[in-house]
C-alpha cells in the first residue's frame, strides 16, 4: 500500500508514523538506536505489505494491467488504493479526512529527526505540498504517476497507466472494497502496534 493507507494502519504517534513509512527507505538504514515504536511500526509496515502482495482481489487488479505495462503495476496500484481510501473514508474511519491530515503531518514533522535523509526528503515534499488531499481527486493520482515516470532513469510506460486506471476505475474500486476491510481485520489481529486499528 502507498503512504497514506499505511499512516491510516499506523497508530498516533511519531513513532508509528515514522516506523509505519520507513519500510519504503529502508535500504541501508540500521535499525540500531531507533525507538521500539519505530521498530514495531516497520514491523507493521511489512505485516500489511505481504498481506497485500498476496491478497487475490489486489492480484487481479494487477491483471487488468496490459503486460507491457505491469512491470510499475504495484506503483500505480497503491496511488489508487489511496485515492479510493480517500472517495471511501467515512466508510473506514469516524475521523474526517482532513483531520486526519494534518494529524498525520503533524506527527511526521515530529519524527523528522528519526527520518534516513531520503524519507526525511520525501516526507518534506509530502507535508508541504500536501499530497494526500491532491490525491482525493483522480487527477492528482494521473500527476503524481507522471511526476514519478519523468523521474525514472530510462524510457519507459508508467505515465500510460493512467488510461488503465480511468478505464477500469469501476473493477480497481469494487477490488479496494473487498480488500481494504480485510486488511483493516488483519493488521488489528495481529496488533503488532499493541493497540486496535480505528475501523
Known sequence: MNYLAHLFLAQPTAQSHCGNLLG?????????GLPDGVRNGLSNH??????????????HAKLLFAPQHRRFAPVALDMMFDHLLIKHWCCY??????????RSYGLLNEARPLMPLAMYKTVSHMIENDWFNSYAKFDGIAYAISRVANRIRFTNQFAQSVT????????????????????????AHHGIEQKSVEY
Open 46 to 59: 511489512y505485516l500489511v505489505d505481504k498481506f497485500t502482495d498476496a491478497h487475490e482481489q489486489v492480484k
Open 164 to 187: 488503465t486506471l480511468e478505464a477500469n476505475y469501476a473493477a480497481f474500486e469494487h477490488h479496494f472494497n473487498v480488500f481494504f476491510p480485510q486488511l483493516i481485520q488483519h493488521v
Open 93 to 102: 474511519s469516524n475521523t474526517p479526512f482532513t483531520q486526519f491530515c494534518q
Open 24 to 32: 519504503d527507505f529502508r535500504k541501508g538504514v540500521s535499525l540500531n
